[in-house]
């Protein structure tokens, strides 16, 4: 947090406000005398963040707050124990999951949702791998490794890889790699169906199906590894 104090008299909206927003938070911890730990500054950002929504304050610009929240959190998550995180998954799931699509627009904030939801699916156990909510944002996150922007589209693949690269114990292989590798294999597919654009203008245009696959064979070639192999021979045959 010592990175982040010093921003309250930054001219960068982006570094000011989530820095004001850390020293409201720790003037309240020391009003009312609690420690200044991890669960403090998570339980704390989860109902920050609660009454950001209530309010319907979406504004996702730089200096908004909600940017600043899901920066905070997505800064405090790694240092929150693993059964604080489960514990918490319901509320975690409710507030984040359904901001994705007001998000895609928006990369800086994406990126600390990306990174927020990273540490989420290492920490939950293999039953809440099943909630839909969290179903529903792993999918998102999948759609994001061919996104276009290069540092979301890499922070998509980091967090798809970090996930499936370690299953939940005594899993050897994660639940959600047949789901990776089918995903992949759909949009080989696609891509395939449609490698030259037939327009008039074909070669003004960009070829957004090389695009995608490019990005595509550069994400498979780190998850190969971690999906099952009938799978990977399924991708290797298109």
């Known amino acids: 947090m010592a990175k982040i104090r010093p921003h309250v008299s930054s001219n960068l909206p982006h570094q000011k406000t989530p820095a004001v927003l850390l020293a409201a938070l720790e003037s309240t911890f020391q009003e009312q005398k609690t420690e ?3 669960t403090a500054y998570f339980a704390a950002l989860l109902t920050t963040l609660d009454g950001t929504i209530q309010k319907k304050d979406l504004g996702l610009n730089e200096g908004d707050v909600l940017p600043a929240e899901l920066y905070l959190l997505a800064f ?3 240092f929150v124990s693993h059964p604080i995180i489960r514990a918490n998954l319901n509320t975690i799931i409710s ?3 359904p901001l994705f699509p007001a998000l ?3 990369a800086p904030a994406l990126r600390s949702q990306l990174s927020l939801y990273q540490n989420v699916l290492r920490a939950i156990d293999r039953s809440q791998l099943e909630a839909q909510g969290i179903r529903q944002s792993f999918a998102s996150i999948l759609q994001l490794c061919i996104d276009p922007r290069p540092k979301v589209r890499k922070k998509a693949v980091e967090v798809i890889h970090d996930v499936i690269s370690n299953p939940p114990a005594p899993l050897a292989i994660h639940p959600y790699s047949k789901r990776v590798a089918d995903w992949a294999i ?3 597919e696609e891509v395939s169906a ?5 327009s008039k203008n074909a070669k003004k245009e960009p070829n957004h199906s090389a695009e995608t ?3 595509l064979i550069a994400f498979l070639r780190q998850v190969l590894p971690h999906v099952p192999s009938t799978v990977s021979y399924s991708v290797f045959a298109i």
């Open 36 to 38: 200044r730990t991890s």
């Open 76 to 78: 405090i998550v790694p």
């Open 95 to 97: 507030l984040t999951a």
């Open 104 to 106: 895609t627009s928006h």
């Open 186 to 188: 759909a949009t080989l």
């Open 194 to 198: 449609n490698p030259i654009p037939k």
């Open 213 to 215: 696959a490019i990005h």
